[in-house]
């Protein structure tokens, strides 16, 4: 009968109580969106662009002036006055122009932060698989630290009945505390793991235990000729860069309206008092006043900065052809990438592990009854820990191929069970 170690115990108990703290992966994506610092911080663009838009909406402020003359009244007593006027200045299209340019910065605000957003998500989801990795490592450790320290149990009672040599005993408890320090380093890449999760959710403090779900391949197959036409339609630095565009023609229009004379409509009251003089009286009046104001641009002869606008839309074009090339670009490499992973994955079959399990099996009960050597058994459960491992680590790589796949067709939904 096989007896388990008090370190065994101890195992279980912290397994057990780690599943009663594990996080889903709905429930950490969940927790980025709302709580990461980074992505709160690039929200504030959004407001941040509606208030220059709102601000963009404001026209140049009336001029109120207020002029006092005094003839001599109180000497020769010609009468004194009082001018009142108000100026409005007039621009032609400026206004509009800015606010076009305010929608067009809005527009790109939010393009931008939905690019955040996506390369968040796709951070946070690697992050997280990277923690299901570890996990699974630290348990394919502990199972041959359980194996391990069973074995080196047996043999202590097997020596002290003389049914084994006294290296045989010492050399199964090395393999038992090489297998517990194998076991600490597993289970410390774990926690690191865990508070990198932590972190990308915006609760550091959180201490999450565990994560929940599994490693296996994604379901859903597309073409890459699918793949390239959601790209195209919903990739955010691509719209972005679209809206750059848009962005640099509305800036364009702008620099031409406000080279346009900025006329200014003025208008005045003057009041006049009585003049008592003898020698040319005249009595109150009030006068009134209209004018129109318009510079000349002779300073318009220079186009220098309607140029640098037009040049300015043609970068920004050509930007645009420069990202939508490389998208897809980037579509082709990661589906390549991705059914390189798959194919990986899959040759690793349930069957396959099952085998390397019963083996193992096999060779420590033939062990116990002394029919075998302790070196096949050592051979044999290091085989069943690199099928174990190069499993995981094949899930592993065909889920992070799949992730960057859809970041890279520009969807930010990647599900994990």
Known sequence: MKKTSTITIVLLLGLSCTKAQTISYREYIDSVVANNKGYRAEQLNLPMSEAQLKASRSIGNPSLSVEYGNNSDWGIMMGQSLDIGLSQPITFGVVKARKQVAACERDKATSDLSDYLLNLKAEASTAFIDAILAREQAAIARQTLENMEQLATSDSLRFAKGDISELD??????????????????????????????LYSGRPERGTQGVAGELATPGKEYSIGELTDMA?????????????????????????????????????????????????????????SAGLSIPLPFSNANKGSVRASQLAVQQSQLQADAVENQVVSEIIQAYNRYRLARRNAETYSSELIRDAETILQGRLYAYQRGETSLIEVLSAQETYNNVRKSHAEALHQCMSAWIELQKATGTAEFAIE
């Open 169 to 198: 005993m010492l050399q199964t408890r090395i393999e038992a505390r090489m297998a517990r320090q194998d076991y600490l380093a597993a289970q410390s890449e774990y926690s690191d793991a865990l508070v990198t999760i932590d």
């Open 232 to 288: 195209l339609r919903q990739r955010p630095d691509l719209q972005s860069a679209r809206q750059s565009i848009q962005l640099a023609e509305s800036q364009s229009r702008l620099t031409r309206r406000e080279r346009l004379p900025e006329a200014e409509v003025s208008f005045g009251v003057s009041l006049n008092s009585r003049v008592r003089n003898e020698e040319a009286p005249a009595p109150e009046f009030i006068g009134y």
